[in-house]
Nanobody, 122 residues
Framework: QAQLTESGGGSVDAGGSLRVSCDYS????????LGWFRQVPGKEREGVAG???????RYADSVKGRFTISQDNSRNTLYLQMDQLGPEDTAMYYC????????????????YGQGTQVTVSS
């Protein structure tokens, strides 16, 4: 049973930076992918960044050049470094695990965490 637990959310002023983390465990498939999603009340959840088992990364156009996804395999921890934050980045951020690259490329992931709130003030 996959388990993902996010942390590190909070409030920051526009232009600032924040790093959120996700501790993960509980699956045996090897060619997995990990990702970050975000959701604002009343809107659909959107994929933000993803990383495959071989280190391949992908980003939504809205965050390219500002957000960086990374993974520490020794700690089973996923990170999302967010720089140049703006009010439009305010959302609940979720990490997720997917079971194949082809699904992850279209943001179809299998299991999600509970989320961590990020609020950016203008």
């Amino acid at each position: 049973q996959a388990q993902l637990t996010e942390s590190g959310g909070g409030s920051v002023d526009a232009g600032g930076s924040l790093r959120v983390s996700c501790d993960y465990s509980g699956w045996s498939f090897s060619r997995y992918c990990l990702g970050w999603f975000r959701q604002v009340p009343g809107k659909e959840r959107e994929g933000v960044a993803g990383i495959d088992y071989d280190g391949t990364t992908r980003y939504a156009d809205s965050v390219k050049g500002r957000f960086t996804i990374s993974q520490d395999n020794s700690r089973n921890t996923l990170y999302l470094q967010m720089d140049q934050l703006g009010p439009e980045d305010t959302a609940m951020y979720y990490c997720a695990v997917g079971i194949s690259r082809s699904l992850c490329e279209t943001w179809r992931y299998k299991t999600y965490g509970q989320g961590t709130q990020v609020t950016v003030s203008s």
